[in-house]
Each structure stands twice: as structure tokens, then as C-alpha cells.
């Protein structure tokens, strides 16, 4: 059974501050994604990484950088939080051995406001 | 360019009633992928089904069923006798062979009354 947990359910942070979001995943998926879901927009890409050490832009990466130095871990980073990234922020990973067209699982999903 | 349009903002049935929720979706690639997802309150995006283009054969799984066509770019997904369970929100998705993302419709909002 795929599993994958992001650190926080909620989060509250002011303008300003540097944010960091954990995603781990537990079934050895060589794919990591970063979402964030907006009422009426869907879920959009943030960046994605196909292997330790790799990323690669999505189709809204302004704001945001992305750390991924182990398998398991991919880490979202908001260098300087802005009212305007209050979201809904969702990991998710697949398996690799097949390319992006995988099935993706995905977290739980942290709603964060930036105050 | 790739495209996914979910019409139905939100519907509301009472339990046991039938319920479609449709999906449309706009690409160039000959080769792509299709799928649900259902986003129940926890959050969390729970997967479905996942279909290539070039299986057009409908799929049922319990009281799930999906009428996938090529012929109108459309992949609907029925539920049958729905249940106050079914209530949340239905995401279609969809990737090209080759494209590196998923793209997503805006969700259909789906309520279940008992």
C-alpha cells in the first residue's frame, strides 16, 4: 500500500517568513510531485523530480524551490511567503519505471495561510 | 495544448439516485492518459482509474463505472446507487505520452443527501 505523508495538515505563517513543506513516500517511488489546489482552478504543478539531486519545473514554479537530497524525501521551499500562496499544497509520487504517465498518489495534502 | 473541462461545478442527488459526472478533455497527442481521482474532506486525492487512449472499452468496478470515448473526448464516470460515502469532490486528469505533467479539470463537487 503506497504511502505518503506531507509534515503539517495546517499551517500558518506571516509575510515574509521562509516555509518549508515535507513530503516522504514510502514505496521506493522514483517520481515526486509538488501541487497546489485553488477553488475553481484544479491542481496545478508546482515542479517535479525524477531522482535524487533532479527537479524540473512545473507550470507555476515563481515563489517556490524544491530540495530533494534523499529518494523518499522531496521538500518544498517558500523563500519569502506572500498572502498570494495561501493554499492548498499536495505531494504526490509514482513508481518511475513507466515515465510521468504513471498513476500519481498523493498525501493528504497542508493548507497553508500566509498571514 | 492539453485540456481538461469538468462542466459540473457541483451536484447534489439523494442517496441511492444515479449520478454522471462528465469530463471532457482537448489534446494533440494520439497517445494519452486518463484519470479520476476522488478527493473525499480528509484531503487527500484518492485514485480510481487510469485508462490509455487506446482502450475504449467502459469499465465497471463495483458501483463504478466509466464510459471512456474517443469520438467526443469524453471519459464520464457513473456512480450507481450512490451513498452518502460517494460525497466529495471528483477530479478528471489527463497527460499526453511524452508531456510531463498531469493535467487536471477544476473538479465536480459531488453531495450525497441521505
Known amino acids: 500500500d503506497v504511502k505518503v505523508t506531507q509534515s503539517s495538515r495546517y499551517l500558518v505563517k506571516r509575510t515574509g517568513e521562509k516555509v518549508f513543506l515535507e513530503c516522504v513516500q514510502d514505496?521506493?517511488?522514483?517520481?515526486m510531485f509538488w501541487y497546489r489546489q485553488d477553488p475553481g482552478l484544479g491542481l496545478r504543478l508546482i515542479y517535479f523530480?525524477?531522482?535524487?539531486?533532479?527537479?524540473e519545473k512545473g507550470d507555476i514554479p515563481e515563489g517556490y524551490s524544491v530540495s530533494r537530497e534523499k529518494k523518499e524525501r522531496f521538500s518544498l521551499i517558500l523563500e519569502s511567503a506572500s498572502t498570494n500562496q495561501t493554499s492548498m499544497y499536495l505531494c504526490?509520487?509514482?513508481?518511475?519505471?513507466?515515465?510521468?504517465?504513471?498513476?500519481?498518489?498523493f498525501g493528504p495534502g497542508t493548507r497553508l495561510l500566509v498571514l | 495544448a492539453q485540456k481538461v473541462t469538468q462542466a459540473q461545478t457541483e451536484i447534489s442527488v439523494v442517496e441511492k439516485e444515479d449520478v454522471t459526472l462528465d469530463c471532457v478533455y482537448e489534446t494533440r497527442d494520439t497517445t494519452y492518459y486518463l484519470f479520476w481521482y476522488k478527493q473525499p474532506p480528509s484531503g487527500e486525492l484518492v485514485f480510481l482509474i487510469r485508462r490509455n487512449s487506446f482502450d475504449e472499452q467502459n469499465e465497471i468496478s463495483g458501483r463504478y463505472s466509466w464510459n471512456f470515448q474517443k469520438s467526443t473526448s469524453s471519459f464520464n464516470f457513473t456512480i450507481t446507487a450512490s451513498q452518502v460515502v460517494d460525497s466529495a469532490v471528483y477530479f478528471c486528469a489527463l497527460i499526453g505520452a511524452g508531456a510531463n505533467n498531469l493535467f487536471f479539470g477544476t473538479g465536480t463537487r459531488l453531495t450525497v443527501i441521505p
Open positions: 514505496m521506493d517511488h522514483e517520481n
Open positions: 523530480s525524477y531522482d535524487v539531486k533532479m527537479k
Open positions: 504526490a509520487s509514482s513508481l518511475g519505471t513507466g515515465g510521468p504517465q504513471e498513476t500519481q498518489y
